[in-house]
């Protein structure tokens, strides 16, 4: 087997008999073998550097060599299994689940929030209405966060696990195929939904449970070892209490009360760093002229993009970026304002966004070491708390992106895609001092250095961009997994601070099903 890259414009097959052209050239085979020889594509990407064109890397075969093929393993009948309590039904209590049905054990998953449908409609209130759930809303819920937010399958980190398995989960659960190969791949949110009911449907064929409206409210050791983990149901105030030798922790980055709940028994969490600033939502026509150089024709993928930069010792970099989307708010209490971005699969609006926000550590808020391990959490509700008062509702402050570097009022807004609607604020001053110092330095210098026409008066920023990731980190064992004071107790994924995304997720939550 050996690997070759071959190209083609977008808009256009690789046709075949140039693929077994070039994989006879690649393994020294005689042309009269060429209709002999096997391949299979393992990536596509985008190289707009010169002509636009698709990129492709592909294995191929001599006509007596194995291709080799990636299976699933199967999942079991798990009805009369040993239970493994999962709390939280996002990607990393699913993939959890899935890996204890091929391992023979059976999930029981604790959902705070709703199906994936019943959600919708508290999401629509929230928009709507300004409406805030609790419990149901863009951060909880079947599926997390992520079911609402573009459905990005990439990662940076190669190290986590075989994401080949993810993968071709989600494939087998809805996902288009073209999720295997493609360099950045993605659902859409309104893919998602399909795609996270299939997998519930599979978990409870299999003998697996989920049980919505169950928000954790205690989990206790008891001397045999085992956990009682005492859930309530936030519409009718039911308690009930489910009991399991193993708890997988899934929580995500939100549940604040899990964090509160660990420091009161003084379980150890520690403070972590995350990423605070602002949406940035620009044209989207823009953006395809930019990344595509001028070149973009309609049948090409809508134009996404990427950067980090470093200001004054901190990154300042995009973050959930969402190409052809709309901007969406996050909140998950009264008094307070999140924002967040998705998109659709088509990614066919006519805006783009992106978080840009700055690096914060715990030493560069010495004014809360006061709250301990809890310091950066008390400094994020602060700020999302500071942007509602401004505006008294889940309206956005916001200002174009030149005058928040000018330092100066904008004289109007620009349209938005954010449905409860933006207010004309001075960012520059309603954001914590050292997080916009950073980013008017980097929002030039993005502009000038790597993507010519991103800084412009036409972009415009909204606050507060701050569910990055978890403030908090619960330590674990790192050969077990396990709490590091509390055996059997499963910290994962992005609410224990371990994770950063859909993909990543899932893959924190099949290694802990794995040590399990």
Known sequence: MKEIELTCRLGLELPADEIQTAAIKAL?????????????I????????????????LEVYKPDEVMSEYVLEEYKDVSSAEPVIIIGAGPAGMFAALRLLMRGLKPVILERGKDVHQ??????????????????????????????????????SSKRGDIREVLHQLVRFGANPS?????HPHIGSDKLPTVVENIRKCIIEHGGEYHFESRVTDIVKKQDGSFDVTAENPSDGTVVIYSSRKVILATGHSARDIYEMFDRKGWEIQAKGFALGVRVEHPQSLINRIQYHG???????????????????????????????ILVPSATADGELVLNGMSNSQRNSKWANSGVVVSIEPEDMPEY?????????KFQKDVEKSMFDYTGSLKAPAQRMMDFCRRIPSSGLPQTSYHPGAVNAPLHELLPEHVSLRLKYAFPE??????????????????????TSSPVRIPRDPETFEHTQISGLYPCGEGAGYAGGIVSSALDGINCAARI
């Open 369 to 377: 070491s006061k709250y301990g391990p809890l310091a950066l959490l």
């Open 42 to 57: 393992i990536r596509r990407s985008i190289d707009a550097r010169n002509d636009v064109l698709y990129r492709y890397k």
């Open 295 to 325: 070149k973009y024709q309609p049948y090409m993928p809508t134009a996404e993009y990427s950067f980090v930069t470093q200001i004054e010792g901190r990154g300042v970099f995009s973050f959930c970026m969402c190409p052809g989307g």
């Open 28 to 40: 020294g085979l005689s042309p009269k073998l060429k209709d002999k020889v096997r391949y299979r």
């Open 446 to 467: 993005i502009g000038n250095k790597k993507m010519h026409g991103y800084y412009t008066n036409d972009a415009l920023l909204l606050g507060v961009e701050s569910r």
């Open 179 to 183: 999720s295997l190969i493609d360099a």
């Open 119 to 156: 959600r919708k409609f508290d999401m629509a209130k929230l928009s709507r209405e300004g409406v805030v759930n609790g419990d149901s809303n863009y951060c909880f819920g079947e599926g997390g966060a992520g079911t609402f937010s573009d459905g990005k399958l990439y990662t940076r």
